[in-house]
């Protein structure tokens, strides 16, 4: 089974922080997603990252950045964390070939 | 751009009784589509999909048919159950005429379905 992990289910953190959010896929998977996800309005696009070092803004880049330096291993960084990126982040990965992408379980941020 | 719109929820039904969540798209190309579902405190697992018009995606009793003419993908199952009970996500991932894409996901709203005994 294709597993796609968070590093954490749930976070709490001070406004201001720098904030990292992890995800590794153990199925050699080119393609790399984060999403946000809020009551409403479903599932939102942040970055992608389609190669290692590769990396392409979504629809909702303010705020974020993303670091792939390995294949297996996607990052999404809070540079300065505010109250409005309170959210839960999800990961997904995807092989290139194939459209079906696979979610991690998510980690859902408080910032205070 | 793309865009996935479905119906509002929440729904609440009975066990045993009759599920239709709607969703319509617009998109470039030619689109996959693709029903989601999230069970309580989990990530997303892939429900359906169908890949061009007038396929039809099944599984575990969930059916939904492409139909590019009503650019429509409703969500259906004939005899629900409580452990039905999840949050549903139509989406959509538009390809170049080439075939490929980076797999990007436009999402609905999320439509809760409750299931009650």
């Known amino acids: 089974d294709v597993k796609v992990t968070q590093s954490s289910r749930y976070l709490v953190k001070r406004t201001g922080e720098k904030v990292f959010l992890e995800c590794v896929q153990d199925m050699d998977h080119e393609n790399m997603f984060w999403y946000r996800q809020d009551p409403g309005l479903g599932l939102r696009l942040i970055y992608f990252?389609?190669?290692?070092?590769?990396?392409e803004k979504g629809d909702i880049p303010e705020g974020y950045s993303v670091s792939r330096e390995k294949k297996e291993r996607f990052s999404l960084i809070l540079e300065s964390a505010s109250t409005n990126q309170t959210s839960m982040y999800l990961c997904?990965?995807?092989?290139?070939?194939?459209?079906?992408?696979?979610f991690g379980q998510g980690t859902r941020l408080t910032v205070v | 751009g793309d865009s996935v719109t479905q119906m509002e929820g929440p729904v609440t039904l009975s066990e045993e009784a009759f599920l239709t969540i709607n969703c319509t798209y617009t998109?470039?190309?030619?689109?996959?589509l693709f029903w989601y579902v999230q069970y309580p405190g989990e990530g997303l697992q892939l429900l359906l999909k169908a890949t061009k018009a007038d396929d039809k995606g099944s599984n575990k009793g969930f059916e939904a048919t492409y139909r590019k003419e009503t650019t429509s993908f409703h969500l259906e199952k004939g005899s629900v159950q409580v452990s039905d009970s999840a949050v549903y996500f139509c989406?959509?991932?538009?390809?170049?005429?080439?075939?490929?894409?980076?797999?990007?996901?436009?999402f609905g709203q999320g439509t809760i379905l409750t299931v009650h005994p």
């Open positions: 989406a959509l991932s538009s390809s170049n005429a080439g075939g490929t894409s980076y797999g990007k996901l436009t």
């Open positions: 998109a470039t190309g030619y689109p996959s």
């Open positions: 997904a990965s995807r092989r290139r070939i194939r459209i079906e992408a696979f």
């Open positions: 990252s389609y190669d290692v070092k590769m990396k």
